[in-house]
């Protein structure tokens, strides 16, 4: 289960989840408010829980993203680079390259 925590110094609020392969992460949402760093905790893990269970397309991570940005009002591109980074579209493709315009090749 998703969940989110402060640590001392940082104004930001950090999400847990757990990532595709079931490993516990921890990052920072970028956010101050409680709430958007809730959502955004459990619509990572969310990602993650599809990408185990072999379900996770593009589509389905894309819609997911965008709306988090409309929720959250941060620039999709960054989202997609944070998701991307972390490898959980790779599922049977040998390498995921990341392009500003938000494609994926």
Same mark, same amino acid.
């Given at each position: ?13 950090? #999400?847990?989840? =757990?990532? /595709?392969?079931?490993? $516990?992460?921890?990052?920072? *949402?970028?956010?101050?408010? +409680? ?7 459990? #619509?990572?893990? =969310?990602? /993650?829980?599809?990408? $185990?269970?072999?379900?996770? *397309?593009?589509?389905?991570? +894309? ?21 991307f980074s ?19 090749e």
């Amino acid at each position: 289960m998703a969940s989110i925590f402060k640590k001392s110094g940082s104004p930001f609020w950090f #999400a847990a989840y =757990r990532d /595709a392969h079931g490993v $516990r992460r921890q990052k920072t *949402t970028k956010t101050k408010d +409680r709430g958007k760093a809730i959502d955004l905790a459990r #619509a990572w893990e =969310r990602l /993650a829980e599809s990408g $185990r269970k072999g379900t996770l *397309t593009e589509a389905i991570a +894309r819609a997911v993203l965008s709306q988090l940005v409309f929720e959250c009002i941060q620039p999709l591109d960054w989202m997609l680079q944070q998701f991307f980074s972390e490898g959980c579209l790779k599922q049977g493709r040998s390498e995921v390259r990341y392009r500003p315009c938000g494609r994926v090749e």
